[in-house]
């Protein structure tokens, strides 16, 4: 059984920062992609930042985020972290970690953090 805990969640004022933390536990064979996803109050989720699990780590972030948040990885502890600066009230969501991940005697697939809130308002 894999699981993906979230932390680090918040309120915060315009302009200010959070960094969420997304630990990975449990039965793993190989972590090939985090990401972090974040869904607003009557939105679809929306995909904002990922990290290829490799020697290289290329990231990508989607436009709105870029300059402003950073996605990183811990190895040795099978953590992803999203460093999120210069934060406006459109970042309102839930923001939720993803991993692309493979388990014994299980194919490689998507697991799902459970989900942390991070609130932009003065």
């Known amino acids: 059984q894999v699981q993906l805990v979230e932390s680090g969640g918040g309120l915060v004022q315009p302009g200010g920062s959070l960094k969420l933390s997304c630990a990975a536990s449990g039965s793993i064979l190989s972590i090939y992609r985090m990401a972090w996803y974040r869904q607003a109050p009557g939105k679809h989720r929306e995909w904002v930042a990922s990290i290829a699990v490799s020697t290289s780590d290329s990231t990508n972030y989607r436009d709105s985020v870029k300059g402003r948040f950073a996605i990183s990885r811990d190895n040795s502890n099978n953590t992803v972290y999203l460093q999120m600066n210069g934060l406006k009230p459109e970042d309102t969501a839930v923001y939720y970690c993803?991993?692309?991940?493979?388990?014994?005697?299980?194919?490689?697939?998507?697991?799902w953090g459970q989900g942390t809130q991070v609130t932009v308002s003065s």
């Open positions: 993803n991993g692309f991940i493979s388990a014994p005697s299980i194919r490689t697939r998507d697991y």
